[in-house]
């Protein structure tokens, strides 16, 4: 495939008359040809209201087409894996095989939303029958389900190149419920956004789907992601980030004259308890996982454990000595782009100058150190520090993790109740530690969207009982999840049907359940048609 640098507007290719930007390699600071040009804002209209008119047409078509359509993405995917990890491995540096287990992780996205669609219960069909001898007053008969909201515009994510970016979460749950995607691309990664851009077309065209039903849209500063958020025929936006971006386009949707749901997932500490029994039985090989944890992608994962809680105890100074030691000891890990880059290394300076806190290790750099590389570092806090100053417990994207060490079961739960909203919250411990830290469960439950016990945050399972979202600041809306089969919800919104003949009724709410997906009849779940 040929990567021309100009955006993807339906079955056609952008003007290269806008303003150019290029790509470069984190490894080398090399710059990667092509040029690429941003989109102006004719461009944004032509997206906007070609999608606009897709949507009449998309949001009607059965679920067997539109799982057809995200397989035949998926199969368009496997067959250029090749070409699609060497171009991303260029882009963002990661290794090819972790591309590799996200073009995997991508195509194994759409199929679980293709089986999704084809299934059809995700609609949440309910049925409350007539009933005209009801006293006082008779029941209409009342018939809802989940229908698409419109055209939606997804921010590729700069650390998920595949999984989280043109082809990823946030458009595979977006179509699957029946809305065209406008996709801004990453400006870390335009090559891949491209070639994925493409083979989504195809897909559109070999489905005998409307043009409009996606498009993708360069640019290398922030024009084109506000006009798209502003912009009257969009109707709603996924995003993953950081939180300044993610705030500033809620604050936009929010400020419209329709406000509009921005599902943001921005920025997450992921607190990590490791309990006294937990760190007494098997500390060494916890300072193992955590590292691997805290390391794993460069720590530029939203699940990265970025506050470490342990007893001020001699088991806890060995299991810092450890990690302090796989830090300083680490190789240097390259970040995606050069703004990345100088986030942590700013962030990293700032915290060594936070009252209260200590620099504990910290890889030293050497003099094969690569263009955008940075070092792990390990920092400790005490409790007082770190419940005096907020920004102990803000994200730093990177290779860097914060240990606050209690002397007192109190004193644990008051930092539990300090913490603000984020991803994940992990326990170590052993059934003694949970009977004893019994509260802290109870605590962490109103923080997070998903509690992991004797494990590690990062490796999200796609599934459908997956939760990746929390309260804010984690995300927009605590109520939603970005991965996994529910993240369709958010795409959608109940409509009611009152006392309608059941010709001009869709599907999913006759009477004969002709689908035969599970449906709430009367109260009850069940699959069976309404009458015999
Ligand atoms: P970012 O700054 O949040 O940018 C993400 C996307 O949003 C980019 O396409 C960017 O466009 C656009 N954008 C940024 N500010 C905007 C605004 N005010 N209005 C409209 N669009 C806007 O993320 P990034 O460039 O990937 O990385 C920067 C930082 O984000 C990292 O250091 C990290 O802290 C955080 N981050 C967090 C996660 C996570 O999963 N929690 C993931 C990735 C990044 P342009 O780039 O074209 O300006």
Redesign the pocket.
Same mark, same amino acid.
């Given at each position: 495939m040929k990567i021309s640098g100009q955006s993807i507007i339906g079955f056609h290719s952008a003007s290269n008359a806008g303003p150019s930007f290029g790509a470069t390699n984190p490894r080398t600071g090399e710059s990667l040809s092509p040029d690429f040009f941003a989109a102006g804002t004719d461009e944004v209209n032509l997206a906007a209201s070609l999608a606009h008119e897709a949507f009449a047409i998309y949001s009607l078509i059965s679920g067997r087409e539109k799982g057809k359509f995200l397989r035949a993405i998926a199969a368009k995917i496997e067959g250029a894996v090749d070409e699609l990890v060497e171009r991303a491995e260029q882009e963002s540096a990661l290794p090819k095989t972790r591309l590799q287990g996200e073009t995997a992780r991508t195509c194994g996205q759409l199929r679980l939303f293709a089986e999704v669609v084809e299934e059809g219960s995700w609609v949440m069909a309910r049925i409350d029958r007539a009933d005209a001898g009801r006293k006082p007053a008779p029941r209409p008969d009342l018939r809802s389900m989940l229908h698409p909201l419109g055209p939606v515009v997804v921010? /590729?994510? =700069?650390?998920?190149p595949l999984a989280?970016s043109v082809a990823g979460g946030d458009t595979a749950s977006a179509l699957a419920a029946g809305n065209p995607v406008i996709v801004?691309?990453?400006?870390?990664h335009p090559g891949t956004s491209q070639l994925v851009g493409q083979l989504l077309r195809e897909s559109v065209q070999d489905c005998g789907l409307p043009e409009g039903v996606f498009s993708l849209l360069l640019?290398? /500063?922030? =024009?084109?992601?506000?006009a798209l958020?502003k912009h009257p025929l969009v109707k709603a936006v996924g995003?993953?980030?950081?939180?300044?971006?993610?705030r500033?386009?809620m604050d936009?949707a929010a400020a419209r004259p329709e406000p509009i749901p921005v599902f943001a997932?921005?920025?997450?500490t992921n607190p990590v308890f490791i309990l006294p029994g937990a760190l007494r039985q098997s500390g060494d090989d916890l300072a193992t996982g955590t590292y691997a944890s805290l390391t794993m992608g460069a720590g530029?994962?939203?699940?990265k454990p970025g506050l470490l809680f342990l007893p001020e105890n001699g088991d806890a100074a060995t299991f810092i000595d450890k990690l302090g030691k796989l830090v300083a000891e680490s190789r240097q890990f390259n970040?995606?782009?050069s703004?990345?880059r100088s986030?942590?290394q700013s962030?990293t300076a700032r915290r060594q100058t936070e009252p209260g806190v200590k620099l504990l290790a910290a890889r030293r750099a050497a003099s094969d150190d690569q263009e955008f590389g940075v070092g792990a570092a390990l920092f400790e806090a005490d409790s007082q520090s770190f419940l005096r100053n907020p920004e102990l417990a803000a994200?730093?994207?990177?290779p860097a993790t914060l240990v606050v060490r209690h002397s007192t079961r109190a004193q644990v739960l008051e930092l539990a109740r300090k913490l603000g909203g984020h991803?994940t919250a992990t326990i170590h411990g052993t059934e003694a530690d949970l009977r004893e830290f019994s509260d802290l469960l109870a605590i962490l439950k109103t923080k997070v969207g998903r509690l992991v016990f004797n494990g590690f945050p990062t490796g999200v399972e796609v599934s459908h009982a997956m939760v990746h979202g929390g309260p804010y600041p984690?995300t927009s809306d605590g109520r939603s999840t970005s991965v996994g089969s529910g993240a369709i919800f958010r795409f959608c919104r109940p409509v009611c049907y009152q006392g309608f003949p059941e010709a001009t009724l869709p599907d999913e709410l006759r009477d004969s359940n002709p689908l035969g997906i599970w449906r709430m009849l009367d109260g009850e779940m069940t699959r069976k048609p309404t009458t015999g």
């Open positions: 921010f /590729g994510a =700069s650390n998920f989280f801004k691309g990453h400006p870390a640019d290398s /500063g922030t =024009s084109v992601g506000v958020v995003f993953t980030g950081s939180h300044n971006a993610g500033a386009l936009l997932e921005m920025s997450s530029q994962f939203c699940t970040l995606l782009t703004g990345i986030a942590y962030a994200e730093v994207f990177g991803l984690s």
